[in-house]
C-alpha cells in the first residue's frame, strides 16, 4: 500500500505564508512527478504546481511568483511553499504523485486527502 500524507494546511490572513508538506510512504519503488492540486468550493480542481523527478517546475499562472514547489527525493516529499497569500487562495489542497509501488510493472497517480487552506481578510 502506497499513501500520501499532506500537512501544513490552516488558516491564515492575507499577504502571510503558508508551507505545505506532502510524504508518499508504503510500498514505493519510485516517483516521477509530483505536485499539487486545490479545489475551491464550487469549482473543479486545478493544478497549482507540478514537479518533476530532476527539479523541472511547473505553475498555475495566478501562483506564479508567489508559490514555489520543491522535493526531497530522498525523503519522497513534495512541499509547496506558499507566499503573499491571498483570499482567492482559499481552498484543499491536494498532493498528486505519478508513482510506481514496488511489484508493480508501472506507476500510477497517486491522491493525498487534502489540507484546507483559508486566506481570511
Known amino acids: 500500500q502506497v499513501q500520501l500524507v499532506e500537512s501544513g494546511g490552516g488558516l491564515v490572513q492575507t499577504g502571510e505564508s503558508l508551507r505545505l508538506s506532502c510524504a508518499a510512504s508504503?510500498?514505493?519503488?519510485?516517483?516521477?512527478?509530483m505536485g499539487w492540486y486545490r479545489q475551491a468550493p464550487g469549482k473543479q480542481r486545478e493544478l497549482v504546481a507540478l514537479?518533476?523527478?530532476?527539479?523541472?517546475?511547473n505553475y498555475a499562472d495566478s501562483v506564479k511568483g508567489r508559490f514555489t514547489i520543491s522535493r526531497d527525493n530522498a525523503k519522497n516529499t513534495v512541499y509547496l511553499q506558499m507566499n503573499s497569500l491571498k483570499l482567492e487562495d482559499t481552498a484543499v489542497y491536494y498532493c498528486?504523485?505519478?508513482?510506481?509501488?514496488?511489484?508493480?510493472?508501472?506507476?500510477?497517480?497517486?491522491w493525498g486527502q487534502g489540507t484546507q487552506v483559508t486566506v481570511s481578510s
Open positions: 514537479i518533476t523527478t530532476g527539479g523541472s517546475t
Open positions: 508504503g510500498r514505493v519503488f519510485s516517483i516521477n512527478a
Open positions: 498528486n504523485a505519478d508513482l510506481r509501488s514496488s511489484g508493480w510493472l508501472s506507476s500510477r497517480n497517486y
